[in-house]
């Protein structure tokens, strides 16, 4: 799934290194090139600049290669399902845009009360959700609700101290972290078999910043 990356349309990166608050864990290094944006209508490109420069400190963590194919000791197994409600259906409200690039479609919702939004997206091979805090003001034209109803299935919520976080996930096998930002994440890796044999997976990266969960992506491909 090395073109993970190129079908996202999205790397960014800040320039703040980290120290991790457990500093015996193996980690990882996490780095993505940029790649260009192209959205259908144009009239998406304010909601996408908003989207992108108010999550920009989780990217480095959520673009890169799966880690159960390309480094398994990276990202705890794990073997119970995890999701989002309401399966892969956009919520409701939702404001919708497309890229050019890999045919991409993205379905969002903000919550500027409660500082989150939620975002799906996703083309013929995979999927993904992410529910993240965001202090940017949603631009005109953003749906909003309620997200604290957003709570995937096992219990995991935003503001949740690592500790809690590893009871409900366990706890994980690396932390992953980069030089272009001060937040630090660990991975959790489901395998997905099929009939014909390829290597799906449904992988949840968790994004901290200090001790309190800050981002959650659900990503499931082949």
Known sequence: MSERARRCAIALAAAITVLSPFAATAEVDVR???TPVVLVPASAEPVW?????????????????DLYDHDRAAARVVTRREAFPGGWNAPVPATTFDF??????????????HHLVFYREGCC????????R??????????RGDLRRMVPASGVRIGDAADVVY?????????LRSPSTRRWAAAY??????????????????????????????????
């Open 167 to 175: 009871r409900k996930l366990g706890r994980p096998a690396r932390l």
């Open 100 to 113: 050019t690039v890999g045919k991409d479609d993205w379905h969002l919702q903000a919550d500027p009360r």
């Open 32 to 34: 993505e090139p940029k």
């Open 134 to 143: 965001i202090d940017a003001t949603p631009p005109v034209g953003v749906a």
């Open 49 to 65: 600049d908003w989207l992108r420069d108010g999550t920009r400190a989780n990217d480095p963590f959520f673009h890169h290669p």
């Open 189 to 222: 890796v489901r395998p997905l078999p099929t009939p014909g044999g390829t290597s799906c997976i449904e992988q949840g990266t968790v994004v901290f910043e200090g001790e309190r969960l800050v981002a959650y992506e659900l990503w499931r491909g082949c």
């Open 125 to 132: 091979s995979y999927k993904r959700e992410v529910l993240t």
